[in-house]
T-cell receptor, first 110, second 116 residues
Framework: DAKTTQPNSMESNEEEPVHLPCNHSTISGTDYIHWYRQLPSQGPEYVIHGLTSNVNNRMASLAIAEDRKSSTLILHRATLRDAAVYYCIRLKTSYDKVIFGPGTSLSVIP | GAVVSQHPSRVICKSGTSVKIECRSLDFQATTMFWYRQFPKQSLMLMATSNEGSKATYEQGVEKDKFLINHASLTLSTLTVTSAHPEDSSFYIC????????????FGQGTRLTVV
């Protein structure tokens, strides 16, 4: 049970912003929300994580709902290299088992 | 940033032989490592949790005698697929947790196993 739900697939035009949603309605107060992405034939790559406040880094932004039951990963300007499967995951610590759901397969159209 | 390296990245073996895959944390110590496998167009499936100096914990349905895991040091875990068969062909991925804690998991680049 991945305990998060995401759309199976999304499309974006190149250089446009992309908002990838994730629902985690049963999240506990100590669960962090992590996003990883997996390019074809590669291992997952860390994107961003947060607990309560919105977060920004060089790759993306993470907007977390006030009730923490959902979050949105924002890619500000999609590039072709952003085409990947994006996974939204709940983790308390790095020692937790990561149970992956199917993720969202993002296609970027030139 | 923390780097996890897997070796080999690709391997082809004959049916009935055994294959060892290494997972190394290059610049940090990892007390816990995880092993996943991924079939085409599917998500990653957790196989086992490997703790340094102790026996691995396997997920339900994963044969511990077929997938031998050894975590002999704080920087190395190995997965040995014994008596491999074509149905074991898959993408195997490890992740490592930093000994100092934190919440981020660090993943290797994966190993593509093809059994012929």
């Amino acid at each position: 049970d991945a305990k998060t739900t995401q759309p199976n697939s999304m499309e974006s035009n190149e250089e446009e912003p992309v908002h990838l949603p994730c629902n985690h309605s049963t999240i506990s107060g100590t669960d962090y929300i992590h996003w990883y992405r997996q390019l074809p034939s590669q291992g997952p790559e860390y994107v961003i994580h947060g607990l309560t406040s919105n977060v920004n880094n060089r790759m993306a932004s993470l907007a977390i709902a006030e009730d923490r039951k959902s979050s949105t990963l924002i890619l500000h300007r999609a590039t072709l290299r952003d085409a990947a499967v994006y996974y939204c995951i709940r983790l308390k610590t790095s020692y937790d088992k990561v149970i992956f759901g199917p993720g969202t397969s993002l296609s970027v159209i030139p | 940033g923390a780097v996890v390296s897997q070796h080999p990245s690709r391997v082809i073996c004959k049916s009935g032989t055994s294959v060892k895959i290494e997972c190394r944390s290059l610049d940090f110590q990892a007390t816990t490592m995880f092993w996943y496998r991924q079939f085409p167009k599917q998500s990653l499936m957790l196989m086992a949790t490997s703790n340094e100096g102790s026996k691995a914990t396997y997920e339900q349905g994963v044969e511990k005698d077929k997938f031998l895991i050894n975590h002999a040091s704080l920087t190395l875990s190995t997965l040995t697929v014994t008596s491999a068969h074509p149905e074991d062909s898959s993408f195997y991925i490890c992740s490592a947790s930093h000994r100092q804690g934190g919440t981020e998991a660090f993943f290797g680049q994966g190993t593509r196993l093809t059994v012929v």
